[in-house]
Nanobody, 123 residues
Framework: QVQLVESGGGLVQAGGSQGLSCAAS??????????MGWFRQTPGKEREFVAA???????VYRDSVRERFTISRDNAKSTVYLQMNSLKPEDTAVYYC???????????????WGQGTLVTVSS
């Protein structure tokens, strides 16, 4: 069982920066094998992909955040980060951490979610 705990949300002015963290709890020896990602959701809309990083540290981003957000991971701390710069009001959302964990003994992935952390960008 993987538990994800996010932190770092809050209120920030447009143009500012905010960093989010997501720690796997308890510390996972296999964390380095997990695909980790960030998603976000606003009321009335579907949850949308923001960024992801795999076990090779390869990253992928949503087009609208590619030049502004940076995802990174520290396997020793079982933690993934999202550094958000040049924030815009449209970045306001609840941000969720996601872990994609390979199943043991058979093909496939199991997905885990954090509880979410609210980021509000004021104009």
């Amino acid at each position: 069982q993987v538990q994800l705990v996010e932190s770092g949300g809050g209120l920030v002015q447009a143009g500012g920066s905010q960093g989010l963290s997501c720690a796997a709890s308890p510390s996972q020896r296999a964390f380095f094998t997990y695909g980790m990602g960030w998603f976000r959701q606003t009321p009335g809309k579907e949850r949308e992909f923001v960024a992801a990083i795999d076990y090779t540290f390869a990253t992928v981003y949503r087009d609208s955040v590619r030049e502004r957000f940076t995802i990174s991971r520290d396997n020793a701390k079982s933690t993934v980060y999202l550094q958000m710069n040049s924030l815009k009001p449209e970045d306001t959302a609840v941000y969720y951490c996601n872990a994609a964990v390979a199943l043991v003994g058979r093909p496939g992935l199991r997905f885990y979610w954090g509880q979410g952390t609210l980021v509000t960008v004021s104009s």
